[in-house]
């Protein structure tokens, strides 16, 4: 039986990761359909992280948790938005609050990092969270993640995504991660 393919629109929206010096330009591997969910392995040289992603629910969008090797019980959450250009250079925009809650559980309360990097047509959305490991749990079960960034005391900003496919997704990516011997 085959495996369901990616859209070439989610592959290329999967080659960019963010660290905190520049973004840069990963190859993808190994990439699995679950649901509304993916998961695949980014590669540049030595340097590998694993990824479950939801870029389903927006054509411009994708949310994503990450794991890197030597620190896979501390995965990172990101939301990537496209904005259409590539930007002239490499900031953190702005930090402001942020809620993340699945369906009717837990408000997740914390700080978003928004980043842009030269080079780069992504808008960058880092999240600090103290309840992560909570939130993550929350998602294997949930149906639906709420985010809420404050850009301004009066304006909210709502994204919505599905988690059909999360579990699967976040398991093969932490399996994979934890198997990691390179």
Not at 45 to 61: F, I, M, N, Q
Not at 147 to 154: F, I, K, Q, S
């Amino acid at each position: 039986m085959s495996k369901p393919t990616l859209p070439a629109a989610v592959l290329l929206a999967t080659l960019l990761t963010h660290t905190t010096a520049s973004a840069a330009i990963f190859n993808t591997i190994d990439a699995e359909t679950h649901g509304q969910w993916q998961s695949l392995t980014l590669i540049l040289g030595e340097e590998r992280h694993y990824r479950a992603l939801e870029a389903s629910s927006y054509s411009d969008s994708l949310f994503s948790v990450n794991l890197t090797p030597g620190a896979c019980e501390r995965p990172w959450l990101e939301l990537r938005v496209d904005l259409g250009e590539r930007q002239a250079e490499s900031q953190v925009v702005n930090r402001v609050p942020a809620d993340l809650r699945v369906d009717h559980e837990t408000i997740h309360g914390g700080q978003a990092e928004f980043i842009t990097e030269r080079g780069d047509s992504g808008f960058y959305v880092q999240f600090f969270l103290e309840e992560q490991p909570l939130l993550l749990e929350e998602m294997r079960r949930g149906e639906t993640l709420r985010l809420r960034l404050m850009r301004a005391e009066d304006d909210p900003w709502f994204m919505v995504f599905s988690l059909e496919g999360a579990a699967e997704a976040l398991e093969r990516a932490q399996r994979q991660c934890l198997t990691d011997t390179d």
